[in-house]
């Protein structure tokens, strides 16, 4: 039996996970369950400890064939708990081929570590990669996905049933929970829209074209002239000021993400040197914003360019703590994360989803410590995971409605705060270009949660 806090896990040689990872996994889980608090005494649950065959097994299941367990059979008898199901996926099983229950004797009949471990550093993205086309791994082919529970922070749900036999076990102790709350981040990866004529024409035609308006094209025709003689005027460049504004008026403190990549095919480059946009560095700044770093497309699969970027980044901000993000949120397993933390990177902030409203792409909105599957260590790294991305929202919202839109990430949120973690969301500093209107939508959804 290897013991952590008031768990035991059954561990034996033929266990999916190795001990240290057995370790690392129970730890991140009695966080998920009890926070700070400590525990005394015996163990209050075991977990049985799963081979590599019923992992892979599991993972072969065709979309809708893992079975979901009844949360009547495996809470304490008496228990409420608001959650809006009746019944949660069961992630390693024990034994697929029977029912499972738990009445708070023997052993719980899902090996919750190891699902913690699968879901915290995407095993499966690590070892069953299946690529989009930028590379990473494809979104709908995660378990999560094909089985139906990619809305649902699955194993901070499945900590709350957990802390209620704890709770039930030992009446005096009490879990020591952080506060839910929302971290808002902006990836600005473009400072400029009219970077030349080409693109007042292309916003000439956005007006004609998408907007069906003569004086909205000859409007964006004359912005496009001024902000090609004075930056400031460019509707991306004023997109980070009212950002900025945004967030105060939230009450909060944003994360704005810059990238340092230079112009390629899916790096639009700037130059974070460049006169007009030192001022708005500093601006961020003294208004009390972060400033992280947007890692480049190239720079994520290549070691020479991300060194590279990293340095320019590195110039401007060098005080070892701030955080990082992948653009196209094109993180590639324990590498990049490698990369990052010997970077001297406080966090990342790269698991979401590109193409989905919303999500919990690691089954969870904590943040927890990174672990590198390929050095079987604990790595010195923090993952943010992001829950909701801007532009999937706005165009579920364009190809139906705003209110469809408000509902699926109404339900991501009301999950997040139930289960007490972070709600996570990004806003480019382009959305209100891209989407007219984007930006008030948002303004309005979040000023209801604050």
């Not at 059954?10 to 266990?15: C, I, K, R, S, Y």
């Not at 929970?177 to 971290?183: K, M, N």
């Amino acid at each position: 039996m290897l013991h952590y806090g008031g768990f035991s896990y059954a561990w034996h040689e033929n266990a999916f996970l190795s001990r240290n990872q057995a370790h690392y996994a129970m730890a991140c889980l009695w966080s998920m369950v009890a926070g700070s608090s400590k525990w005394e005494g015996n163990p209050a649950i075991v977990f049985p400890a799963v081979s590599i065959k019923q992992v892979e097994a599991e993972l072969d299941l065709r979309p809708g064939e893992l079975p979901w367990i009844k949360l009547s059979t495996v809470l304490p008898r008496g228990t409420v708990l608001n959650f809006d199901t009746d019944s949660f996926p069961a992630i390693c099983r024990m034994h697929m081929e029977m029912p499972s229950c738990y009445n708070g004797q023997g052993i719980f009949p899902l090996d919750l570590p190891a699902a913690v471990f699968l879901g915290l550093t995407r095993w499966e993205e690590w070892k069953r990669p299946v690529l989009d086309a930028f590379g990473c791994h494809d979104e709908q082919a995660t378990q999560c996905a094909r089985q139906k529970y990619l809305d649902r922070p699955v194993l901070d749900e499945w900590a709350m049933v957990v802390r209620k036999w704890i709770e039930m076990k030992d009446p005096s102790w009490q879990a020591v929970l952080p506060v839910p709350r929302i971290w808002i981040s902006h990836d600005i990866d473009n400072v400029r829209y009219f970077k030349n004529l080409f693109r007042i024409i292309k916003g000439f035609a956005k007006g004609i074209i998408h907007q069906r308006s003569i004086s909205l094209a000859f409007k964006y025709f004359l912005m496009g002239l001024r902000a090609v003689r004075h930056s400031e005027n460019d509707p991306f460049y004023k997109g980070i000021r009212d950002l900025m504004d945004l967030d105060e008026f939230l009450g909060l403190k944003g994360t704005f993400f810059f990238m340092t990549a230079r112009d390629s095919e899916l790096d639009d480059g700037y130059d974070m040197h460049h006169p007009t946009l030192f001022p708005l560095l500093k601006e961020l700044r003294k208004r009390g914003h972060e400033i992280g770093w947007h890692v480049g497309y190239l720079a994520s699969k290549y070691l020479d360019v991300f060194e590279k970027e990293k340095n320019l980044f590195c110039i401007l901000d060098s005080n070892g703590q701030s955080g990082a993000r992948h653009h196209y949120l094109a993180w590639r397993g324990p590498e990049s994360w490698r990369r990052i933390a010997n970077s001297g990177f406080g966090y990342d902030s790269s698991l979401g989803y590109n193409y989905i409203p919303g999500g919990f792409r690691c089954g969870t909105a904590y943040p927890y410590q990174a672990f590198d599957l390929q050095r079987d260590s604990v790595l010195p790294l923090i993952e943010r995971p992001l829950i909701v991305m801007d532009g999937p929202v706005m165009l579920m919202a364009r190809q139906k409605n705003l209110i469809e839109a408000d509902e699926m990430i109404s339900k991501l949120y009301n999950r997040t705060i139930l289960s007490g973690g972070c709600f996570s969301i990004l806003i480019h500093n382009s959305i209100d270009w891209e989407y007219p209107g984007a930006l008030t939508f948002f303004k309005e959804w979040l000023s209801k949660k604050l």
